[in-house]
């Protein structure tokens, strides 16, 4: 294992944003679907978070709590300044049908998630992710597939939400497809960052980054995920929820 195999798994990972935006694009799913789609893929993240990150981060003690607290705050003010730019609305679930949110948008585009703004939404998310995955093979040697399921799954229905609002704010298929295929470029070389940090610099051991990355993946599933799932999927997101947290942990007892 080296650093261009970690890229290749970072970029694999990401990979499902290109499924959902093809997704989105080919069958245009109802917001219902999206909601369910995306409760599962939280569920699969808050097990990655509970069997993958937290045991891992608390051997380092006292750091760990100091790491999820910064990871935290780190993508909460993050986050305000993404919004402020515009992409407040990355993974808001655009309704179908007339007199929706997606009429709102098509009338004044100005009110929808820019590009711009959605791109840098996405590294935000997806970048610690990327990290970890990286740090994982360099001190294990091997991929959690676990984690890598749980940060795929995740990632298609974020690539859904934002491809149905920049289709609604007047986006070309071209131009959406070229912003994911570019987002594939950070999480692989956010990967191979981690993957070169626990292998070539001594006393790095992974167990602060991953409680960074807890805090910060807590924060995001919070702030921006469960609410537009149980928001458009309904009371049944709880248990495709459940069934996704079950399923990433099934994956990361059987390793």
């Not at 999206?34 to 939280?42: E, S, T």
């Not at 890598?148 to 007047?170: I, K, Y």
């Not at 928001?231 to 996704?244: D, F, N, Q, S």
Request: charged share 10%; aromatic share 8%; hydrophobic share 55%.
């Amino acid at each position: 294992m080296n650093a261009a195999a970690a890229a290749l798994w970072g970029a694999l990972a990401a990979s499902s944003l290109l499924v959902g935006a093809w997704l989105a694009m080919a069958y245009r799913p109802s917001s219902r679907i999206i909601g369910l789609v995306m409760g599962f893929g939280a569920g699969t993240l808050i097990s990655a978070v509970a069997y993958e990150l937290v045991p891992e981060a608390a051997k380092g003690g006292a750091w760990a709590g100091l790491g999820l607290g910064i990871g935290a705050l780190t993508f909460f003010f993050g986050d305000r300044i993404v919004e402020r730019g515009g992409g407040a609305d990355r993974k808001r679930i655009v309704p179908s049908g007339a007199g929706t949110d997606r009429d709102r948008i098509e009338a004044n585009p100005s009110q929808g998630s820019t590009g711009t703004a959605i791109f840098l939404g996405t590294l935000l998310d997806g970048i610690p992710e990327s990290l970890i995955l990286g740090m994982s093979l360099g001190l294990g040697g091997a991929v959690s597939l676990a984690f890598l399921a749980a940060v795929f799954l995740s990632n298609l229905p974020e690539a859904m939400a934002a491809t149905a609002s920049m289709q609604a704010a007047g986006s070309s298929r071209g131009r959406i497809l070229g912003m994911w295929l570019w987002l594939l470029v950070a999480p692989a070389v956010a990967a191979a960052l981690g993957y070169v940090l626990v292998s070539h610099l001594s006393g790095v051991d992974g167990a602060f980054a991953q409680a960074f990355a807890a805090g910060a993946m807590i924060t995001m599933l919070a702030d921006t995920m469960m609410p537009e799932a149980f928001e458009h999927g309904g009371a049944v997101v709880g248990l495709v929820t459940a069934l996704g947290f079950a399923l990433a942990a099934a994956l990361s007892a059987a390793e």
